[in-house]
């Protein structure tokens, strides 16, 4: 039987997938923005108890074609841990065609090429990474622990072992003296991966903006409605991509786009264009009036 110790996240395309929880927590945590594993102290469950959950559901889920690994950094286990890992789930799951995880840049760095071929040729097909940023000086007030070279290079790491990657800006995170660079220096990062699914969402303050402001070192200026959308149009003038999915569809974001980039590129740019030159006739989910 499967043990979940609550909160337990997933993106949303992990909807039909079958959750395992290697870790409890994140092994960071320290970001300013995320509350998610804030409740949580950090450790990595034992080999032994992962396993015996596995083999738990090996009579009745020998249809499982999908596999996501929590919490928030499941990348974190070694590749002697996660390559046993991969072996017990093919083997135990033969039908099953993608094992997933998020990950921090860190946990890919510490990886080697061959490992990470290796984990990949295993089943291990695709990584969601919250990259956040790429401004190195809002990555520092966020208390990211990486910058743009040490995301840049890690992720691009990953993708030259074969594995895909989802990656996630954060609209607003900057707030009003760091919004032009932030998207700026985003476009530039997401650029440098060229990765296969992107996503935005927007800063939202689960204990409050003061809580918020506590933990940002420097000053925080919330953003409008209106200029959380005019953040989103520099930062997707300047990407550059060749094929990768765009989703800008979450809870949090008051307009939602979705499309290929670069193909779709001036379409969104003109839906985008469309509610700033008319924003009292936009259609955007109802918060939107309480940010002009």
Request: proline letters at 3%.
């Amino acid at each position: 039987m499967l043990s979940y110790h609550e909160p337990l996240f997933r993106p949303p395309s992990e909807a039909y997938s079958l959750i395992l929880q290697i870790t409890l927590g994140c092994a960071w945590n320290q970001c300013a923005f995320c509350e998610m594993y804030s409740s949580k102290q950090f450790r990595i469950r034992s080999e032994k108890e992962i396993f015996a959950e596995i083999e738990s559901l090996a009579t009745d889920a020998r249809d499982i074609r999908k596999v996501f690994l929590a919490d928030g950094n499941a990348m974190v286990l070694s590749f002697d841990k996660m390559s046993r890992l991969l072996d017990k789930l093919k083997t135990t799951f033969p039908k099953l065609n993608r094992i997933s995880a998020y990950a921090l840049a860190r946990d890919i760095a510490a990886k080697t090429n061959e490992e990470l071929k290796i984990l990949s040729d295993k089943g291990l097909k695709l990584l969601y990474v919250g990259i956040e940023s790429g401004d190195d000086e809002l990555l520092q007030a966020i208390h990211k622990g990486e910058d743009f070279t040490s995301t840049s290079k890690a992720l691009q790491k990953a993708r030259k072992a074969e594995i895909k990657l989802s990656v996630m800006i954060l609209n607003g995170l900057g707030g009003k003296n760091f919004s032009q660079q932030h998207a700026l220096n985003s476009a530039q990062l997401i650029n440098q991966i060229q990765p296969e699914y992107l996503s935005t969402l927007v800063l939202s303050f689960p204990y409050g903006e003061d809580h918020f402001k506590q933990k940002f070192k420097g000053e925080f200026i919330a953003l409008s409605t209106i200029e959380l959308i005019a953040e989103m149009k520099i930062f997707l003038e300047n990407l550059e991509l060749e094929n990768t999915i765009f989703r800008s569809d979450h809870a949090s974001n008051y307009l939602i786009l979705r499309g290929n980039l670069n193909r779709n590129k001036q379409e969104l740019l003109s839906r985008i264009n469309d509610v700033l030159n008319d924003p009292k006739n936009a259609q955007l989910r109802p918060e939107w009036l309480r940010g002009l």
